[in-house]
T-cell receptor, first 115, second 115 residues
Framework: AQSVTQPDIHITVSEGASLELRCNYS??????LFWYVQSPGQGLQLLLK??????LVQGIKGFEAEFKRSQSSFNLRKPSVHWSDAAEYFC?????????????FGKGTMLLVSP | DAGVIQSPRHEVTEMGQEVTLRCKPI?????LFWYRQTMMRGLELLIY????????DSGMPEDRFSAKMPNASFSTLKIQPSEPRDSAVYFC?????????????FGSGTRLTVV
């Protein structure tokens, strides 16, 4: 079964500094990979996704992620963090099995932004 | 579009009581997922439906949990009897088709507290 590991439970970044959130996955085939963001009291919003092709994918709100097959990683990056980016971030791997898709999520990384 | 609508937003109930959570998917989406989010276990897939038919309920933790989708615009997740360890945020998500593009839309969740 697929699994996702987000090794950092909390990360604090100064406003304007760069950000990298780590994600490692375990999946036998070519993975479908996703990053979601969850603001307090809200549902999950899709930031970006990787299916195939260019390993560097661009998402909304200035985020990007790079798929590295050799490292089984899909780290999320942003060059300059804004206070509004404070939220919880979830990496997920998708499986398409018997004609149906499901998502398996990591446990999330809480991003705190300091002034 | 109003998005995926979940009700209630918050539910506090006493142990042993029946709890019913409700979800209205986006119109035209014919697959629906129920997830549970806890600090310890993160986001877990409980059950998903396609065209109102339960496809996989292997994530439902116990027989106390049941879910139905009587029509394309409504689903319920019921816990009877409820226990304190059921306290969590329950999310509903919907997609078009069987999700090959993983265009999941999540609701804002129901925060359940069982005392």
């Amino acid at each position: 079964a697929q699994s996702v590991t987000q090794p950092d439970i909390h990360i604090t970044v100064s406003e304007g500094a760069s950000l990298e959130l780590r994600c490692n996955y375990s999946y036998g085939a070519t993975p479908y990979l996703f990053w979601y963001v969850q603001s307090p009291g809200q549902g999950l919003q899709l930031l970006l996704k990787y299916f195939s092709g260019d390993t560097l994918v661009q998402g909304i709100k200035g985020f990007e992620a790079e798929f590295k097959r050799s490292q089984s990683s899909f780290n999320l990056r942003k060059p300059s963090v804004h206070w509004s980016d404070a939220a919880e971030y979830f990496c997920a791997v998708g499986e398409f099995y018997s004609g149906y898709s499901t998502l398996t999520f990591g446990k999330g990384t809480m991003l705190l932004v300091s002034p | 579009d109003a998005g995926v609508i979940q009700s209630p937003r918050h539910e506090v109930t006493e142990m042993g009581q029946e709890v019913t959570l409700r979800c209205k998917p986006i119109s035209g989406h014919n697959s629906l997922f129920w997830y549970r989010q806890t600090m310890m276990r993160g986001l877990e897939l409980l059950i998903y439906f396609n065209n109102n038919v339960p496809i996989d309920d292997s994530g439902m933790p116990e027989d106390r949990f049941s879910a139905k989708m009587p029509n394309a615009s409504f689903s319920t997740l019921k816990i009877q009897p409820s226990e304190p360890r059921d306290s969590a945020v329950y999310f509903c998500a919907s997609i078009i088709g069987t999700g090959g593009d993983y265009g999941y839309t999540f609701g804002s969740g129901t925060r359940l507290t069982v005392v």
